[in-house]
């Protein structure tokens, strides 16, 4: 399975714009990148995912790099509850859509 | 719309008794997966299935079994649990297997065995 790339830790200051970066260097092009975050006590929860074009939906945007080999989660304006554990992960769909969940970036929002 | 239901949501076994860890899914999803996550770790994936009746391996399968008897329900058989086991247990699902579907998780099974 293709595996992800992620810094253990990054903080921010609330209100301000948060940039989580993953690499993927050894990506498929049948693999889609998608965002998980987990807070504390729950389980994983969906933010967002693409394949080769930048995503925006309510909650996040996706920026992918042109060759695919990193990608960018980016929260406009980073707010108390947005502290969580962010997972960058892809999806095969040759592979039963399988996935390797790493130990992702813990994010800490500072008042 | 329930989405992905665990039950129990806590439970402790002492060494060598058994349990099942029960999931399911109300989105007509095809796909489900069974994840175990130690503590600040990663979550690791035990068993899948793409179907009724379909299982496979995942990574870590050892001292677990599944079965899929219908499209809505995953259960995780544990048959003699030992202390490695302590986890937190996530049941997820999709509708298909491509990477243009998302998993829906439930929200885990904290499990301790004593």
């Known amino acids: 399975d293709a595996k992800t790339t992620q810094p253990n830790s990054m903080e921010s200051n609330e209100e301000e714009p948060v940039h989580l970066p993953c690499n993927h260097s050894?990506?498929?092009?049948?693999?889609?990148i998608h965002w998980y975050r987990q807070l504390p006590s729950q389980g994983p929860e969906y933010v967002i995912h693409?394949?080769?074009s930048n995503v925006n939906n309510r909650m996040a945007s996706l920026a992918i790099a042109e060759d695919r080999k990193s990608s960018t989660l980016i929260l406009h304006r980073a707010t108390l509850r947005d502290a969580a554990v962010y997972y960058c992960?892809?999806?095969?769909?040759?592979?039963?859509?399988?996935?390797?969940f790493g130990d992702g970036t813990t994010l800490t929002v500072k008042p | 719309n329930a989405g992905v239901t665990q039950t129990p949501k806590f439970r402790i076994l002492k060494i060598g008794q058994s349990m099942t860890l029960q999931c399911t899914q109300d989105?007509?999803?095809?796909?489900m997966y069974w994840y175990r996550q130690d503590p600040g770790m990663g979550l690791k994936l035990i068993y899948y299935s793409v179907g009724a009746g379909i299982t496979d391996k995942g990574e870590v399968p050892n001292g677990y079994n599944v079965s899929r008897s219908t499209t809505e329900d995953f259960p995780l058989r544990l048959e003699l649990a030992a202390p490695s086991q302590t986890s937190v247990y996530f049941c997820?699902?999709?509708?298909?297997?491509?990477?243009?579907?998302?998993?829906?998780f439930g929200s885990g099974t904290r499990l301790t065995v004593v």
């Open positions: 693409g394949l080769t």
């Open positions: 997820a699902s999709s509708y298909l297997g491509q990477g243009v579907y998302g998993y829906t």
């Open positions: 992960i892809l999806r095969d769909g040759n592979n039963a859509g399988k996935s390797t």
């Open positions: 050894t990506i498929s092009g049948t693999d889609y």
């Open positions: 989105m007509n999803h095809n796909y």
